[in-house]
């Protein structure tokens, strides 16, 4: 059987195989020659494990999987056919970014030994203690001066906030007339928002279906139709390819040169999608706090995620 290197510490204890033959095939490997571009923790479900595939594209599953929670060097990146994201860890093993976080690369991978893991702790410790000594040392003066300066734009500072209050005081007296109709559609639209957030945190736990329209199990578009039709009483349509077409477009992966939608451009019940922005491949409604209720897999159902620039949409619409 072939044997395969893996870029982490310790493999034994963090991955589930499938048959006795796997368990003794694989060797803990420290890849003496290999230089980690990043680090990710394993962010599956509690007490699961991530299947572990030989490609990135139409790779098949190796027979064993990485556990929640432990922490693998990352040695390349890849996006498959349908745009996901993927990070080899070892000469041919492959996991989902989707199902990752990023950590530090200062962040040990895990270990067999409890004891190393102390040891390589403790002596951080010291040395960030030292450091940040000597740190506070160099940094009193300069902190001084900085205060002196500061002081001295207190006052002008002041003087335009005084100014600006007033500016702001005028603005307000003005249109205290026009703001009653604003503040009853302003009531209106946070009402819907809260409780499409309501709703859409209720349904996290149950399965994924393809093709069941709920309540009892779903899939990613059926939940955003659920939502809304019940929480908001909007009626979108069924499919991905039809819901991408409907509202106003807050965000394209293609106008932004490729980068991330920012949380800050973002408002409760816009519809995320991934894949291609005229015929996505799956959607999921935004919650706020960058956070998103979708359903997910077969194997993860529907559930709460946070999003990450390694796993953005690549379109937004606004709906509300």
Not at 33 to 51: D, E, H, M, Q
Not at 238 to 263: E, L
Request: charged fraction near 20%.
């Amino acid at each position: 059987m072939t044997k395969h290197k893996l870029f982490k510490l310790g493999v034994a204890v963090a991955l589930t195989v499938t048959g006795v033959s796997a368990i003794t095939s694989l060797k803990t490997a420290r890849a003496a020659n290999f230089t980690a571009i990043k680090r990710v923790k394993i962010n599956y479900l509690p007490g699961k494990a991530l299947n572990i595939w030989t490609n990135y594209n139409k790779g098949k599953f190796m027979g064993y999987r990485a556990k929640d929670g432990t922490i693998w060097n990352v040695a390349e990146t890849a996006v498959d056919k349908k745009g996901n994201l993927w990070y080899k860890v070892g000469t041919r093993e492959w996991i989902e970014a989707r199902y990752t976080v990023d950590v530090g690369m200062d962040t040990p991978a895990s270990t067999n030994g409890k004891t190393k893991d102390k040891v390589t702790n403790v002596a951080t410790k010291k040395k960030s203690t030292a450091k940040n000594g000597v740190n506070n040392v160099i940094s009193l003066d300069t902190v001084t001066k900085e205060s002196i300066k500061k002081s001295k734009a207190t006052k002008a500072k002041a003087a335009k906030v005084k100014k600006a209050k007033q500016i702001v005081d005028a603005a307000v007296k003005e249109t205290s007339k026009k703001s009653t109709t604003k503040k009853v559609a302003s009531t209106q639209a946070p009402s819907k928002a809260g409780a499409l957030v309501a709703l859409a945190k209720q349904q996290v736990g149950k399965p994924y279906a393809w093709g069941a329209n709920g309540p009892d199990s779903f899939d990613c578009s059926s939940l955003v139709q659920y939502v809304f039709k019940n929480a908001a009483g909007m009626n979108l349509p069924r499919t991905t390819y039809d819901q991408v077409k409907v509202g106003q477009t807050v965000y394209q992966k293609s106008q932004a040169n490729g980068q991330p939608v920012s949380a800050n451009n973002l408002q409760v019940g816009d519809l995320l999608f991934w894949g291609s922005e005229s015929s996505p491949y799956h959607v999921a409604i935004y919650i706020g706090n960058n956070q998103y209720v979708n359903a997910a897999t077969p194997e993860q159902g529907t559930i709460l995620q946070t999003m990450t620039s390694y796993f953005a949409p690549t379109i937004v619409k606004r709906v509300l």
